[in-house]
């Protein structure tokens, strides 16, 4: 049909003559549409923030369909800096559902951006109505960090890049371990004895001489026999390494610490064993060893004769801070070399007594937990230092007493704490079978003692690796996991970090004496056994575990 020209023209002209009218409405405001939802990794939680990693697929839903063409400028994912990741764009349901996936695999523990901007359109041309964000903290990213090695050769690296904690950092004028990688002139009794151990592995290793190693024990022997404060014999928790004066620990502990100093005996009595040749030199370190040894008034802190020892006494606070040291913890070295001891013993009475309670249920538990019956000690096994710091030199194997067999406790109690991480009832992100291991370490803004029971989401590297003889393929696991997934946050100048959290994406920069010292030691006792038979080997200290009631196929 021909439409007649003078129709359009009069409609036309009739258009312009409205269009000239002063109180025509305001032109329509552009049409706009909507984010409705969105899921990564198939998971939506209603929020803007996200827990991802590797190459995440993200799906965004929209009340109506994409506008291809828009999306590169309107969809923005960074990197924290800025840097923008590339990601491949895919639609579905009518274009009305935009899928994303970055093209290379996300830096892990990184919080990364996306951004969906008003530039966004729909195929009507409207505009998204609001910018929006979305939060996603990238986790773990699971490329190997590091050439794959054997076992072996990863053990072996493991105690030599651990060792130098001891070696290239043991203070320039007492040898004696620093506290912390940020101590300065702060040194550790108690960390110097798991020190001594270190050394004597660094040796066993092929990681210094035996002279060399030598040269070292004189030297911190000699500053604790002449230069370090005393007192009835006992160490300070904390020295100045180089004047040897007492650095106090807290307000009242500014004297000696009997759980520090039993961990620094044992550590010298296992280098007495090693060094046994008959030369001028290993026989002065052995008599200076035995000065520093016998020194010690262990019965002297029975208080007034008390059937207990006590942890700490100060020359100005006497026995203010009042703590018995009773079990089950770290302390079974404290009452082994008290009874040890051949010029202050204490009698069984005092083990009896004061570490096992006269075996009430302070000490005994006998409880199972996931499965795992534990001996002795706070429910659920408490943390793992406590089946740790006593048997660097003490070996479990075969070992009991009235109130366990002592192989089955430690194995228990590491077992315990595995698969309780294995299970993670509160959901951290990151726990698992090859990331485990609560004990205490720094945490954020502190410290604390980690177990099943005080659990912070943080992880110490030490309490699986030290855990090798009692728990070997799940810490094993730990290992391999530690090192080539997690290499490039945890291992250091100084081997591996002190602790992370995985769920806070916090990886700490300390490294501890206390903590790094177990990994060599315990790892050498599992491959050969060396600090145990050592200890054990000594003539006191057989007759002094025979004299608690303590039997052993070496005993």
């Not at 190997?144 to 054997?150: E, L």
């Amino acid at each position: 049909m021909i439409v007649p020209k003078i129709v359009l023209i009069t409609g036309m002209l009739g258009l312009l003559a409205a269009c000239g009218k002063s109180d025509d409405p305001a032109p329509p405001t552009p049409a706009t549409f909507s984010y409705v939802a969105a899921s990564v990794n198939g998971v939506s939680n209603g929020s803007f923030e996200y827990n991802v990693s590797g190459r995440p697929v993200v799906r965004l839903n929209f009340s109506a369909p994409i506008k291809r063409s828009t999306v590169a400028e309107g969809v923005i994912w960074r990197e924290p800096g800025g840097a923008v990741v590339a990601y491949q764009a895919n639609y579905t349901t009518g274009d009305s559902v935009l899928v994303l996936q970055p093209t290379t695999t996300l830096k892990g523990f990184a919080r990364h951006t996306l951004t969906l901007s008003t530039a966004l359109q729909s195929t009507a041309n409207a505009a998204l109505k609001n910018t929006l964000t979305f939060s996603l903290n990238a986790g773990i990213d699971s490329t190997r960090k590091f050439p794959t090695i054997t076992d072996d050769a990863l053990l072996t690296k493991v105690q030599q890049q651990t060792f130098k904690y001891f070696w290239d950092f043991g203070h320039p004028v007492s040898g004696l371990a620093r506290e912390r990688n940020t101590s300065g002139d702060i040194v550790t009794s108690g960390g110097s004895g798991f020190g001594i151990m270190a050394i004597l592995a660094g040796i066993q290793r092929g990681f210094i001489t035996k002279a060399q190693g030598l040269t070292r024990l004189q030297t911190m022997t000699s500053f604790l026999k002449n230069t370090a404060q005393k007192y009835h014999g006992a160490f300070p928790h904390w020295l100045n390494g180089a004047t040897g004066a007492t650095v106090p620990f807290s307000a009242k502990d500014d004297g000696a610490d009997l759980v520090e100093t039993s961990y620094l005996i044992a550590g010298l009595l296992t280098a007495r064993q090693y060094f046994n040749g008959a030369d001028a030199a290993e026989t002065a370190l052995r008599n200076d060893i035995n000065a520093i040894w016998n020194g010690v008034e262990w019965s002297w802190f029975r208080k007034n004769n008390e059937n207990v020892l006590y942890w700490h006494w100060s020359p100005t606070n006497n026995w203010d801070i009042n703590l018995p040291i009773r079990g089950w913890n770290e302390c079974l070295i404290t009452y082994i070399l008290a009874a040890a001891s051949t010029t202050s013993t204490i009698p069984k009475e005092v083990y009896t007594a004061g570490w096992a309670s006269n075996g009430s249920n302070t000490f005994v538990n006998g409880n199972t937990y996931l499965g795992i019956q534990l001996p002795l000690g706070p429910p659920l096994g408490g943390p793992l230092f406590f089946a740790h710091y006593s048997f660097l030199g003490i070996d479990p194997n075969g070992l009991t007493d009235t109130y366990a067999n002592y192989r089955t406790q430690v194995t228990n109690h590491s077992r315990i704490n595995y698969e309780y991480c294995k299970a993670n009832p509160k959901g951290y992100y990151g726990y698992s079978d090859s990331c485990w291991g609560l004990t205490a370490s720094d945490i954020q803004g502190g410290y604390t003692a980690s177990s099943p029971t005080n659990d912070v989401g943080v992880i110490a590297p030490t309490a699986a690796l030290s855990s090798f003889p009692f728990t070997p393929a799940e810490s094993l696991a730990a290992l391999r996991f530690y090192y080539y997934v997690l290499g490039d946050k945890l291992w250091k100048d100084y081997g591996f970090i002190d602790a992370f959290s995985l769920k806070d994406a916090w990886f700490a920069d300390s490294f501890l004496a206390i903590d790094q010292g177990p990994i060599i030691v315990m790892i050498e006792n599992y491959r050969s056994g060396l600090l145990w038979n050592l200890l054990t080997g000594c003539p006191e200290i057989k007759a002094g575990m025979k004299k608690l009631g303590f039997t052993a196929p070496y005993l």
